[in-house]
């Protein structure tokens, strides 16, 4: 195959037609049905077709015995059927004109034996022999709102502008559903498992150049080649954000990701370097993958790294001020002339006005608290807002569920309204009324257009990191071309 087939993968994510290929006949919660039903609740409008020996049919979808059988062209195959059996069907979807195949199907090279190994061998050389590409083994394939593909019915169909390469199906699921619930949308999101033909070089090359992809994120075990890997993350980052989660660091780690993927992790001194050298955002965690994309995406660029802390609580407002100062953020404290005018109208009996500015007794008071962020959006020494609400420190859930209230809906905080980017601190709580009001409160965060997080610490660290690599490149941009950007 020629390096420009090679690399054309746009087929991949925009199919004229898939068969679902092993598809279970007999118990309607077998995991080959989420495929099914990421396809139906998506509303999937090309030829859908489904293949079973044992024929029969599934919501009035008629079941073929075979993929010859199949009447039309198919374009795309989704296989879920048993390793010993892979082989074979690469060869069927080669004489139907198959284009690309995603196995979802595991018991191959990472299982470690010897057998097994070969197994994938095969695959791979018939893909090699015929045309056909493989996504996988091992993986959950494509979700790709535009064209209508998931493997979830539990993605949201909005379209957005961040791509995700992951080697881990169930990292995928859990990143998307995460980052959905707080406003995060996507372009294209891919699960390549074993990556026996198509592996994360390609991808990479291919989403560093897709005009809907703004944004890559990326859970990595280990790579296939690791000089062209290099070159496909030089590409990327030179004209999109790209943020980085590495797996199987360390030896325990090393050992899952080996049995996980078969893949050979690599030590973590490596990836640190690699990322500060292409100004990748280097994360540790899936929650810090997604707090990164929540900031990316809702909270505007600050002038700088002075912020004001605003929410209610005095025992909280140091310890938000410790994680933000702790990780390079400054709370510079309030001039006495901002004090006095918030004081004209503020009582001084448990309302702390310094920075943090805590304004617990004066919160249900909304003329003021409008007034006060008013004061404070004008203040030069501001560059950024964090609200915050420990819905946990209050002795009812009526209390917190009020504060939530003159926060989120009496007092509509909304990106743009203050001349200050704004963030929102919501820390979880698993006591039934709080945990139902912090949802309705992260929904309107959402609808509002702001970053949420659930912790201090998420906040100060996702902010840090973003301003962190916006540094970065700034420094490495010649300044003749910063009088262009100006």
Known sequence: MNNTYQHDLDFLFHPNSIALVGITTAETWHWTRTFFEGLMEFEFDRP??????KGGEIQGHKIYTSLKDVPGNVDYV???VNAQ??????????????RAIHFCTAGFSETGEESRIKLESELVEIARRTGVRIIGPNCMGIYCPDSRLSFTPAFPKERGTVGVISQSGGNSIYLVRQAALRGVRFSKVISYGNACDINESDLLEYLAHDPDTKIIALYIEGVKDGKRFRRALEQATEEKTVILLKGGLTEGGARAAAGHTAALAGSRTT???LCKQLGIINVS???EMTDVLVTLLFLPLPKGRNAVLFGAGGGASVLIAD??????LRIPPLPPEIIAQIREFTPIAGNILRNPIDYSQAMFNLEGVIKTL???SKWEGNDLFIMFIRTGQFTTSRIAENHLEVLMSRFAVKQGLLSKP????????IVPQEAEAIFHAICNCVSSGLPVYFSFAAAANAINLVLTNTERHLKRVPSKDLAKCS
């Open 48 to 53: 859908l077709y489904l293949v079973n020996p």
């Open 78 to 80: 989704i296989g879920l």
């Open 85 to 98: 059996v892979a082989p074979k069907l690469v060869e069927e979807c080669a004489e139907k004109g198959v």
């Open 271 to 273: 990836w640190d370097a």
């Open 285 to 287: 965690s899936i929650e």
């Open 323 to 328: 994680e933000f100062e702790r990780r390079g």
């Open 374 to 376: 008013d004061i404070l």
């Open 422 to 429: 704004v963030a929102m601190v919501l820390e979880p709580s």
